[in-house]
């Protein structure tokens, strides 16, 4: 039954990711059936940074498909858009912000994991959840750069599913890996077009 469930998440996952490449507004429908999926999975799995992260893909779904569709800048943006957001390049005020939201997001989910869990792998697992949340919202920005740090992500994602026998899931990640490469040449593209 949980291999089941894992097939039918990466099977979705395979969807999304389709989706993100086309740089497709319905990546986001995607962004809240994956999640969903993926709280059983990771739960069972004692992959508890990763079980926390899917109730914030659900959130950032949210916000996400407001930002696509009508530009809708979260914390009071001077900028008001009344079209769909474009593919742009991360400006050089937010990558401070980034870092520190990492940085501090990293060493609380750690210290979570190491003292209110039995969570084997602490530190990559947090790692991994600090750097999605992240990458997460550079997507929802539609920031090219995202797809450098979903590199990343899935790199490690991909050895740690592996590790913890979620081999499924573990393939799926490992082509996100490569997909990311793929992803950032057609977004640079598009974002010339």
């Known amino acids: ?13 395979i969807i999304y990711l389709w989706l993100e490449y086309r740089a497709s507004i319905y990546l986001w429908v995607a962004s809240i059936v994956m999640p969903a999926i993926y709280l059983y999975v990771y739960y069972t799995a004692g ?11 659900l959130l950032i779904a949210l916000y996400g498909w407001a930002a696509w569709r009508y530009g809708f800048h979260l914390f ?8 769909e957001l474009a593919i742009t390049h991360t400006p050089k005020r937010v990558w401070g912000r980034l870092a520190l939201t990492y940085i501090a997001a990293q060493f609380i989910i750690t210290y979570i994991l190491i003292n209110y869990t039995d969570s084997t792998v602490p530190w990559w697992d947090s790692f991994t959840t ?14 090219i750069e995202q797809w450098w740090v979903w590199l990343v992500v899935d790199a490690v994602s991909a050895w740690l599913y592996i ?11 490992a082509i996100y890996a490569i997909i990311s490469i793929f992803g950032y040449c057609k977004w640079k593209k598009m974002m010339q077009e």
């Open 130 to 143: 600090a750097l999605s949340i992240v990458g997460m919202w550079m997507l929802a920005r539609k920031y």
């Open 76 to 83: 009071g943006s001077k900028e008001k858009e009344e079209k």
């Open 163 to 173: 590790y913890k026998g979620l081999y499924f899931t573990a393939v799926l990640y």
């Open 47 to 57: 992959l508890y940074a990763d079980f926390g992260i899917n109730i914030y893909y």
């Open 1 to 13: 039954m949980e291999q089941a469930i894992e097939i039918i998440g990466t099977l979705v996952g």
